[in-house]
C-alpha cells in the first residue's frame, strides 16, 4: 500500500524551542494532508486539514500561530510546533489522501508513523 | 457531546471469545465510516471500512445503521494478536475518531 513517512520520528526540545515535522507521500499525491496529535490514553485529535497550496484549516482551540502548518507540493506538508512548552509534549500523527495509480479508485487516506515530541 | 462516542472499555475476553464493540456518530452529514486499529505507540492501521449493507472480513464484522447512528465492529474468536485499541471514524469533509475502545485478549 501507499506509505507515508514522517520526520523525524522522536524529538526532545527544551521549552521555548520550536520543532518542525515533517510529513511526506512517498508513493502518490497527497491532495489533503490532516494533523493530528494524541496524548496518553487518549484518542487521536484532528489538529488541521492541509489541502495543497492553500492555507490549512484548524480546528477550534488549536493555535494557528503556534502550530504552523506548510503545505507547499502535493508530497510535503510540514508542522511546526513555535516556542514549545511542556504542555506540547504529544505524539503526533500525519495522514495523507489522495488517488493511488492504479488504485481502488476512491481517495484513501494513509497514516505516518508519528512523531513523538518531549518538551523539557 | 462527542461527535464520535464510543464504549469506554476496557475490554478483557479470553482467547476464542466473541467481542462487540459500539460506537455512535453525532454529524448525519457523515458520509464514510471505518474501524482502526491503534496498538501501543504506534500510528492507527486500517482495519476494515463499514457499509450500510455489513461487511465481513474473517473473523471481523463491521455493521452501519444510518437511521441510528450507530456503528458496530464484532470480532469472532478473539487472538492473543488481536489486543489493540479500535478505534470508530466518521468522515465527513474530514476525519472524526471516536475515543476508541481498549482489548485485551487474555489467553
Known amino acids: 500500500g501507499a506509505v507515508v513517512s514522517q520526520h523525524p520520528s522522536r524529538v526532545i526540545c527544551k521549552s521555548g524551542t520550536s520543532v518542525k515535522i515533517e510529513c511526506r507521500s512517498l508513493d502518490f499525491q497527497a491532495t489533503t494532508m490532516f494533523w493530528y496529535r494524541q496524548f496518553p490514553k487518549q484518542s487521536l485529535m484532528l489538529m488541521a486539514t492541509s489541502n495543497e497550496g492553500s492555507k490549512a484549516t484548524y480546528e477550534q482551540g488549536v493555535e494557528k500561530d503556534k502550530f504552523l502548518i506548510n503545505h507547499a507540493s502535493l508530497t510535503l506538508s510540514t508542522l511546526t510546533v513555535t516556542s514549545a512548552h511542556p504542555e506540547d509534549s504529544s505524539f503526533y500523527i500525519c495522514?495523507?489522501?489522495?488517488?493511488?495509480?492504479?488504485?481502488?479508485?476512491?481517495?484513501?487516506?494513509?497514516f505516518g508513523p508519528g512523531t513523538r515530541l518531549t518538551v523539557l | 457531546r462527542k461527535e464520535v462516542e464510543q464504549d469506554p472499555g476496557p475490554f478483557n475476553v479470553p482467547e476464542g471469545a466473541t467481542v462487540a464493540f459500539n460506537c455512535t456518530y453525532s454529524?448525519?452529514?457523515?458520509?464514510?465510516f471505518f474501524w482502526y486499529r491503534q496498538d501501543c505507540r504506534k500510528e492507527p492501521k486500517l482495519l476494515m471500512s463499514?457499509?450500510?449493507s455489513g461487511n465481513e472480513d474473517g473473523r471481523f464484522t463491521a455493521q452501519l445503521n444510518r437511521a441510528s447512528q450507530y456503528i458496530s465492529l464484532l470480532i469472532r474468536d478473539s487472538k492473543l494478536s488481536d489486543s489493540a485499541t479500535y478505534l470508530c471514524?466518521?468522515?465527513?469533509?474530514?476525519?472524526?475518531f471516536g475515543p476508541g475502545t481498549s482489548l485485551s485478549v487474555i489467553p
Open positions: 454529524n448525519s452529514a457523515s458520509q464514510s
Open positions: 471514524v466518521a468522515t465527513y469533509d474530514k476525519v472524526i
Open positions: 495522514s495523507a489522501r489522495g488517488w493511488l495509480a492504479g488504485g481502488p479508485g476512491y481517495n484513501e487516506q494513509f
Open positions: 463499514v457499509y450500510s
